[in-house]
């Protein structure tokens, strides 16, 4: 039988306007959909233009400018409706879904709904919830004790994955999925008799416990800084409406 990490994936990525999931927009993002390790996969990538500056920070980051995304981006609304409509279409199949820090990007994703559609993911997606992956939480739980940093670039170099384009949306989502086969197969031991149905519920609390774990140290640290234990979505703000 073969293991969830060499079977069907999807993986989404977006970048953005910055990196508050409450105000910031998504200018693009990209849904990879693999059926099986090493076939070919089939993407949708979107640009958006956001109605709102692109920040030079923002665009040093993805390459994305305003000029560039006024001439060729589509306005959100339709683009928030045809994202949320492919998600809902690989939780309807079961198909996990690979979110590299998912609290951020679907989260965005939200917000973004909300404000263009008066619809939240959840309302999306209906009674097929997503079963997300999530590398981030996933690396930090399995090699928990690893030192250095876990961006998407470090974690493709951890486990050998190639990344061609970084902050491209659909590269990013690529090397993503790319990255779970590769901790899937290194900690198979581990993993392979657990469903993404599981895994799902287990991420939840592991996110939850390194969020508690991160806290700590800011608090030891002198830090003000907080961390949100949801995952992999955030809870509603009313000012995100």
Not at 136 to 160: A, I, P, Q, S, W
Not at 215 to 230: H, I, Y
Request: aromatic residues 6%; glycine residues 6%; negative net charge.
């Amino acid at each position: 039988m073969t293991c969830w990490y060499e079977g069907p994936l999807a993986a989404f990525d977006t970048e953005t306007t910055g990196v508050d999931t409450e105000t910031d927009r998504i200018v693009s993002a990209a849904v990879v959909v693999q059926d099986a390790a090493g076939t070919r996969p089939r993407v949708s990538r979107w640009l958006v233009n956001p109605g709102v500056p692109v920040p030079a920070g923002a665009t040093a980051v993805h390459g994305l400018t305003d000029e560039h995304l006024q001439r060729n981006g589509r306005w959100p609304a339709p683009v928030m409706f045809e994202i949320a409509e492919t998600l809902a279409e690989q939780a309807a199949a079961g198909r996990p879904l690979v979110v590299m820090n998912a609290p951020f990007d679907l989260t965005v994703l939200d917000r973004e709904l909300r404000r263009h559609r008066a619809s939240s993911l959840d309302r999306w997606l209906g009674s097929s919830p997503l079963l997300v992956l999530d590398p981030r939480v996933l690396d930090k739980h399995l090699d928990r004790y690893r030192k250095g940093r876990r961006t998407l670039t470090d974690l493709c170099e951890h486990y050998g994955v190639t990344l061609d384009g970084a902050h491209d949306a659909a590269a990013d989502a690529q090397a993503a999925l790319d990255v779970v086969r590769a901790i899937g197969r290194r900690f198979a031991a581990r993993l392979e008799r657990l469903e993404p149905t599981e895994l799902h519920s287990l991420q939840a609390v592991w996110h939850a416990a390194q969020a508690r774990g991160l806290q700590a140290w800011f608090a030891r640290s002198g830090s003000e800084e907080s961390v949100d234990p949801a995952w992999p979505l955030r809870p509603d703000l009313p000012a995100a409406a």
